[in-house]
């Protein structure tokens, strides 16, 4: 493989055949390969992990969301299947009924396999589309096309609803990444997470595909569509506890620890705190995300809902909504770990990071008490936070500056 790609350098080096094309080329030689290019002089830093590797590291990280995405999908999914096929009493209840056979939600292979039907077309759509859209601009701009945008195709569709149009994953996808990134220069000049920007697109948007309280709905079987879920919804726990507050969550049949495993409905990978944690201590233990402000996140949204759950309001019953709660419904943990420590939108400075984690942790729970229409609340509380992250390090940065000055002074 190596002598095949230095073959080939010289097509796609300067004044060769293809040089237009040599971002491609450097795209596969410095992802199978470590870059050769090295710094030899100040000012820059010398270290044994290039971008590429640090990158990976976040995507062995996302593995568990990933093999869960696929088990919990397939296991909703049956489970609406078997319900269907109980309730129905003619020839869609017996075509239900033998579907039960291939996908019996007791059987694990059986949950992966459906859940993998499900995540497979939408990150393909999520890659390819994105992915155009990179290596576009790499070419135009004549740059190396960066392996940020794997890691924020991954995160894309784990956010997304698993019945959610191809369509509409192209059009965020491609939204998030020449709005959210490329216009301001690409990866590391972007100062919004672009995976939440196309989410966030999605979200106004078409609010009623992104809003978790239909997880399935599908055309009906009569009228000749192929879906195997014949119109079957149910609001997500979340959602519940908007309009009933814990009393409709715990009589809905959740527990707590269905939530912490992920066995709920939800998007694709935002339903596991456990996976998500199993990924924090990863990213943590390589010093890849920066545990202060996983640390500020989840203080942020203790010490709010603990205000909260003191004062109360008969008008917001998810006042009532315990911190351990919050930790485990919706998409908070997911967030907390994967998109608030993104290194090019979060704050830099170590003071600053805590501000910075502990303002996602006020605005989540703040949004999703407050204001019903936003069920979820970390997607937007993390853009907010992005747009005042530049703010807050400045801050940080002058207050030290001061300080200095006052003691040498």
Known sequence: ?????????????????????????????????????STRTAPHVRDAIDLKRLMSYVVIALIPCILWSWF???????????????????????LLQGLRIGFAPDSILANMAHGFLHFLPIYLTTLIVGGVWEVLFAIVRKHEINEGFLVTSMLFALTLPPDMPLWMVALGISFGVVIGKEIFGGTGKNFLNPALVGRAFLFFAYPAEMSGDQVWVAADISS?????????????PLGMGVTGGMDAIVSGG??????????????????STLACLIGAAFLIYTKVASW??????????????????????????????????HLVLGGFAFGMVFMATDPVSAAMTTAGRWVYGILIGFMTVLIRVINPAFPEGIMLA????????????????????????RRHG
């Open 72 to 94: 919990n999908t397939g296991y909703q999914a049956n489970l609406a299947i078997q319900e269907l096929a109980l309730i129905k009493d003619d020839w869609r209840g017996a």
């Open 292 to 325: 202060r402000i996983i640390l500020g996140v989840f203080l942020g949204m203790v010490g709010t809902t603990l205000l909260f759950n003191a004062f109360g309001s008969e008008t917001h019953p998810l006042t009532e909504m315990p911190w351990y709660w």
């Open 224 to 236: 000749g569509a192929t879906s195997l879920v014949d119109g079957y919804s149910g609001a997500t």
């Open 1 to 37: 493989m190596r002598r095949l790609l230095e073959s080939m350098k010289p097509l796609f080096s300067q004044g060769g055949r293809f040089e237009k094309y040599h971002a491609l080329y450097e795209m596969v030689d410095t992802f199978l390969y470590t870059p050769a290019d």
């Open 254 to 271: 959740y527990t707590w620890w269905d939530a912490f495993i992920g066995l709920i409905p939800g998007s694709l990978g935002e339903t």
């Open 382 to 405: 993390i853009l907010f936070a992005n747009i005042f992250a530049p703010l807050i390090d400045y801050v940080v940065i002058q207050i030290n500056i001061r300080r200095r000055l």
